[in-house]
């Protein structure tokens, strides 16, 4: 798979052991970058992914916040990767539309979940590294419990990384979106 980033990957056929494995379970570009890591580094990434895909964090504003970062640093392999997963989770076109660009309740009509702005709002925040001030704070404690709050927080940190280590590296969109019927 010539050109898939600026770095060769390793070709499937080619890995072996607990790097076989981890690309059985979530085959793609990124797990084929990730195997270049030592085990344990290669392991975090995908496991950070699972304990957030398993928190109490709400699915629907999960995969909003993960297509709003997607949007923000420029991840057009974390929009691929997400954008059906966010569909599924019930957010529309329109909806979509209004996260991606403004995260505007009122752009196109798109009404987005109550408080669901005011988290897009820490969220911009985040990614753009700006201090979250005691009012955002506040407001954002006002929509979301502390342990939705610090998952929020970690969520934002986990893609930041992903699309920053897909970006450098010109990472392209897998053909297919990666299963997401089970851990990776």
Do not use: K
């Not at 344990?40 to 909003?64: F, K, M, S, V």
Request: with cysteine; glycine share 8%.
């Amino acid at each position: 798979m010539p050109g898939v980033a600026r770095i060769p990957l390793p070709e499937p056929e080619d890995l072996r052991g607990w790097r076989r494995a981890q690309h059985e379970r979530f085959p793609s570009h990124l797990t084929r970058t990730l195997v270049l890591l030592d085990e344990r580094l290669a392991r975090a990434l995908p496991d950070t992914a699972n304990a957030l895909r398993a928190a109490h964090l709400d699915a629907q504003w999960r995969e909003g916040i993960i297509l709003r970062v997607a949007a923000l640093t420029g991840s057009a392999y974390e929009r691929a990767q997400h954008l059906d997963q966010a569909y599924a989770c019930g957010w529309t076109e329109d909806q979509v539309r209004a996260i991606e660009t403004t995260g505007d309740v009122a752009v196109g009509g798109a009404a987005l979940p109550a408080g669901f702005a005011v988290a897009l709002e820490l969220v911009d925040a985040c990614v753009a590294g700006r201090p979250v001030t005691d009012a955002l704070l506040a407001r954002v404690r006002g929509v979301l419990s502390d342990q939705d709050l610090v998952t929020v927080i970690v969520l934002v940190g986990h893609y930041v990384t992903v699309a920053r280590l897909t970006g450098v590296l010109g990472l392209l969109p897998d053909g297919v979106a990666g299963p997401w019927d089970r851990e990776h």
